[in-house]
């Protein structure tokens, strides 16, 4: 669906108003105006009226005016060689950009679109292992901040939204996006989701959900899907729709509230867990060669949870009591120390 605009592809730019922008070209072609002015007005003697044979400052002006703007009249020439000679090297280019600034705009109307098709043409073909977030909502934003503060960068995130105003704000924010429907193949193709690495699912309604991963899962069957859900029913309808991991936000919130009533030690915990860089963190790393064979209660972090070929198990499994070569290890670990607790 080649120029279809609800596909759009938008990349973050440097957002000018159009006032602005006119205001931008005024102010060159005036300095280009001053320029072919006082060129002729420290010279006034080389060049020539026709009407009374003297020039003086405003004649001057009314030259540099009817010059540049290609005009001419020719009442007023230039008669000496140093004259015509500025009017060779200086004031023909400028007349040149004066023109060029007059029509900018028109060219830039007209090559706008070649421009965005363009960038979006290279900004595509460099996309590799990206994370992919689909709906650019309240936890949209949320998973992209704690991405961008888990060391991802902006460049490496392509946001995929239905709403113009959406997209908008995240290029607005410095991120690339899509407009479309996340459901559609060829709205996450823009998005690039066979080179994709990770798929985040943060749209508005759980059925949505659903055939956002359908779709993404049958596009890349390699790529991470998180996809969010609010309510606990839906959980599995996602997973065989191929989400590696379902979150169910309205349930956690509950449990939340919960807890907090119960225990709000408990409740701050799970918090400072939540985010990034407050206090205690969880985070995923590879066995150390000196941790092989070994238990996990023998290393010098804390390790909650070993993934073994896809499966997580607790440090209690008894699967996880020796550790082998290719094992991931869930750890806690306090970032604004360096230090590990125990």
């Known amino acids: 669906m080649k120029g279809d605009k609800r596909t759009a592809v938008r990349l973050p730019s440097i957002a000018v108003s159009p006032f602005g922008a006119v205001m931008f070209r ?16 420290i010279d006034l003697d080389g060049y020539k009226d026709n009407y009374d044979g003297d020039v003086s400052l405003l004649d001057a002006l009314y030259y540099a005016t009817v010059t540049v703007s290609t005009t001419g009249y020719g009442d007023i020439t230039p008669v000496t060689p140093t004259a015509r000679l500025v009017n060779i090297v200086a004031i023909t280019p400028l007349r040149v950009v004066f023109l ?16 965005e098709e363009m960038a979006a043409k290279r900004w595509r073909s460099r996309l590799r292992n990206h994370t ?10 949320a998973a992209i901040r704690t991405l961008l503060e888990n060391e991802r960068t902006k460049e490496t995130i392509v946001v995929v939204d239905p709403r113009p105003e959406s997209v908008e704000e995240a290029n607005r924010d410095g991120l690339a996006g899509v407009v479309g429907d996340g459901t559609r193949s060829d709205v996450l193709n823009r998005a690039g989701i066979a080179e994709a690495r990770q798929v985040i699912i943060a749209t ?18 390699a790529a991470t899907i998180v996809a969010a859900v609010r309510e606990a029913e839906n959980d599995p309808l996602v997973r065989q729709s191929g989400a590696d991991v379902v979150i169910t936000s309205s349930e956690a919130a509950g449990r939340m509230l919960g807890i907090a009533t119960q225990s709000p ?13 407050s206090g205690l963190d969880l985070c995923e790393r590879t066995v150390r060669a000196e941790e092989i064979g070994g238990s ?32 991931r290890l869930v750890v806690i670990h306090a970032p604004d120390t360096g230090q590990t607790h125990s």
Not at 100 to 115: D, K, S, Y
Not at 265 to 277: C, K, Q, R
Not at 309 to 320: K, L
Request: hydrophobic share 50%.
């Open 100 to 115: 060029v600034i007059l029509v900018g705009t028109t060219l830039e109307v007209l090559t706008r679109r070649t421009r």
């Open 296 to 327: 996990p209660r023998d290393s010098v972090d804390i390790i909650v949870a070993v993934v073994r070929d896809g499966t997580v198990m607790t440090f209690a499994d008894p699967r996880a009591a020796t550790l082998k070569i290719g094992d």
């Open 132 to 141: 992919i977030v689909v709906g650019y909502g309240t936890k949209g934003r």
């Open 26 to 41: 005024v102010l060159y072609a005036a300095v280009a105006l001053s320029v072919v002015f006082l060129l002729v007005a």
């Open 204 to 221: 508005q309604r759980d059925d949505t959900s659903a055939l956002v991963t359908l779709t993404a899962r049958q596009l890349n069957p």
């Open 265 to 277: 030690a408990v409740s701050s915990m799970i918090e400072d867990f939540l985010v990034y860089g």
